[in-house]
């Protein structure tokens, strides 16, 4: 029935997800018996017990992520969002507990408690704490420099922003950094940044870091780079 993955609760028990037939399966380890199984909608790929590829999961939950949706959401494209679903496994039987749409199916996902990890969160980078080579504190700080043929942009974020925002005399041949700094130093404002023909698709740089990526001239033309965290730079 097309068994995908399988992940654990602890307790000596397994879930496996059925892509063919659409459902996940509790199996317990020691004899294989089948112990229940529920329905997903539909197309189960992988699926999640937090902790669970781990030495103590914590078998309260498993999430199924499912691949294919049709006739349950409104038809507003070409595809259709995929679905997750949340399922009580803390007793004998799992009982769904919530059914939503999502963005992708993941092919691998894990999950943890938040207790675990929300005294270490970082919201910000202190920008006066940046010790990065090529950080810009500020956009007086914006600048080209140039060493043989390697050129170093010192490039500042701001909504909404990129500074220098018109970059001359780069030549054919030239290694192009662009190391940029953001500068805002409020939660949750990401920027991110791109160039056309770079070979890794782009940089995303948290409030107060600096994050650098590599471009390589290789032919003449007109390049543009942009924002790719929808701040509108």
């Given at each position: 029935l097309g068994p995908l993955h399988t992940e654990f609760d602890g307790n000596g028990n397994a879930y496996t997800s059925m892509f063919a037939s659409s459902e996940i399966v509790k199996w317990r380890i020691s004899d294989l018996a089948v112990l229940?199984?529920?329905?997903?909608?539909?197309?189960?790929?992988?699926?999640?017990?937090?902790?669970g590829p781990t030495a103590k999961p914590h078998g309260k939950y498993v999430i199924a992520y499912n691949k294919i949706t049709k006739d349950r959401y409104l038809p507003t494209g070409p595809e259709l969002t995929q679905s997750a679903q949340l399922y009580d496994i803390s007793g004998d039987k799992m009982k769904l507990l919530l059914d939503s749409p999502t963005t992708g199916e993941p092919h691998y996902a894990e999950a943890l408690p938040a207790s675990m990890i929300i005294d270490k969160q970082r919201k910000i980078y202190?920008?006066?704490?940046?010790?990065?080579?090529?950080?810009?504190?500020?956009?007086?700080?914006?600048?080209?420099?140039?060493?043989?043929?390697?050129?170093?942009?010192?490039?500042?974020?701001?909504?909404?922003?990129?500074?220098?925002?018109?970059?001359?005399?780069?030549?054919?041949?030239?290694?192009?950094?662009?190391?940029?700094?953001?500068?805002?130093?409020?939660?949750?404002?990401?920027?991110?940044?791109?160039?056309?023909?770079?070979?890794?698709?782009?940089?995303?740089?948290?409030?107060?870091?600096?994050?650098?990526?590599?471009?390589?001239?290789?032919?003449?033309?007109?390049?543009?780079?942009?924002?790719?965290?929808?701040?509108?730079?």
């Amino acid at each position: 029935l097309g068994p995908l993955h399988t992940e654990f609760d602890g307790n000596g028990n397994a879930y496996t997800s059925m892509f063919a037939s659409s459902e996940i399966v509790k199996w317990r380890i020691s004899d294989l018996a089948v112990l229940d199984r529920v329905p997903t909608y539909y197309s189960i790929g992988h699926l999640s017990v937090p902790g669970g590829p781990t030495a103590k999961p914590h078998g309260k939950y498993v999430i199924a992520y499912n691949k294919i949706t049709k006739d349950r959401y409104l038809p507003t494209g070409p595809e259709l969002t995929q679905s997750a679903q949340l399922y009580d496994i803390s007793g004998d039987k799992m009982k769904l507990l919530l059914d939503s749409p999502t963005t992708g199916e993941p092919h691998y996902a894990e999950a943890l408690p938040a207790s675990m990890i929300i005294d270490k969160q970082r919201k910000i980078y202190k920008l006066e704490e940046n010790k990065h080579a090529y950080v810009a504190m500020g956009e007086g700080q914006a600048k080209v420099t140039r060493s043989g043929n390697q050129v170093h942009i010192y490039m500042t974020a701001i909504r909404s922003h990129l500074n220098p925002d018109n970059i001359e005399g780069v030549k054919v041949g030239d290694d192009v950094y662009f190391h940029v700094t953001n500068l805002e130093q409020d939660w949750d404002v990401p920027h991110g940044f791109a160039i056309k023909g770079a070979n890794n698709a782009e940089i995303l740089i948290m409030p107060g870091e600096t994050q650098t990526i590599k471009w390589k001239a290789d032919r003449v033309g007109i390049y543009p780079f942009y924002c790719t965290d929808f701040c509108s730079a």
